[in-house]
């Protein structure tokens, strides 16, 4: 007997949450809930505002015609849905199946987005690879090359993943370089999108020797995983993605490639955020995943992120917008 529990869920977020031009008070989503017999699988669907294509009505309608859908004959393709609606759905599913496996990996690049001095002391007390994460683009480029090359001088053993979400021109872009000293430059893990287009971040990549990385350019229409000069991993967002399946094609088009795939937040709730990371641990073993954003709220959906203190809001106190 398959049943179905969909829930809308609201929290709020730590003030000051940006997300390119609207800031996000509140984060809402809609969690599936399955059940066959005993078994019991959840998927989070929570479409990100500016970055996903589809609003949260959307996903919420298309998802719950496909779990009617799905509860009456069982039928599971994910083929014409929206990369939220696919990735949650797909994910409850293996987990209903039992396919996820329980063991995470909860070790996360620490995300600087304010002191610099604050990372160097979270990294001072870090055991194993030292990897951080740091925005960049938002200022001068100038000052985020100065920031970059102080780490690597106050932490030889960084290894930096940087961030400037396609905000630079080529010239913004060769600033930042100037100021990271070349024997600096292997301390950056990779620097994601530095560009407007792939065309140019490939073109910095190889006239500065730093690694960058794919985020952005993933979703692109058309876009297909390949190894070229420069370029040192892709970052995979499922909810902006799509389906379990249509992830883990790409985790293994990488690896095949001879590139690191990393599985990252598209802050999720704690609910889907841990799933992340399960999916990371199995898909990605020794690979830091990016999911430093419990941070971003100012509480918890159901289950607890490991070590955060913030309050967890159960499930049954959210609303139930439909089950059957
Ligand atoms: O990738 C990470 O390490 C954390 C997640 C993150 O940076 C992010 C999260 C949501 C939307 C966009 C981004 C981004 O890559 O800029
Ligand atoms: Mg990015």
Redesign the pocket.
């Known amino acids: 007997m398959r049943s179905v529990k969909l829930y809308r869920y609201q929290l709020p977020m730590d003030t000051g949450v940006i997300l390119r031009t609207q800031r996000l008070v509140t984060r809402e989503g809609w969690v599936v809930e399955l059940r066959d017999g005993d078994a019991i699988g959840r998927g989070e669907i929570a479409p990100?505002p500016e970055?996903s294509h589809e609003t949260l009505e959307q996903a919420g309608e298309q998802a719950q015609a496909w779990l009617a859908n799905w509860q009456a004959t069982g039928e599971q393709d994910f083929g014409e849905l929206y990369p939220s609606v696919a990735f949650g759905l797909s994910m409850a599913l293996m987990e209903l199946a039992g396919e996820l496996p329980v063991e995470g990996n909860y070790q996360v690049?620490p995300?600087c987005s304010g002191d610099p001095d604050d990372l160097v002391v979270r990294l001072n007390a870090m055991s194993g690879d030292k990897i951080a994460?740091i925005k960049v683009g938002m200022y001068e480029a100038v000052r985020d090359g100065i920031v970059a090359n102080m780490f690597i001088e106050a932490i030889p053993e960084v290894k930096l993943r940087l961030?400037a979400?396609r905000q630079w021109t080529p010239t913004k872009a060769h600033q930042f370089a100037k100021y990271v000293k070349p024997e600096h430059r292997s301390g950056i893990a990779f620097l994601?999108e530095p560009c407007t287009t792939p065309e140019e971040s490939l073109a910095f990549a190889q006239e500065t020797g730093i690694n960058i990385a794919w985020?952005e350019t993933v979703r692109d229409e058309g876009f297909e995983v390949k190894a070229e000069p420069g370029v040192a991993a892709i970052?995979i967002k499922p909810t902006l993605v799509g389906s379990v399946a249509r992830c883990i094609e790409l985790v293994e088009q990488a690896h095949a490639q001879g590139l690191t795939a990393i599985i990252?937040?598209?802050?999720e709730s704690s609910l889907g955020l841990n799933q992340l990371a399960r999916f990371a641990k199995w898909q990605t073993a020794d690979v830091i995943p990016?999911l430093?954003?419990m941070q971003l709220f100012k509480a918890q959906l159901e289950q607890a992120w490991p070590e955060c203190e913030l309050p967890v809001m159960p499930l049954s106190e959210q609303e139930v917008v439909w089950q059957q």
Not at 264 to 267: I, K, P
């Open positions: 990100l970055f690049a995300l994460k961030d979400n994601e985020d970052v990252s937040s598209s802050m990016g430093d954003t």
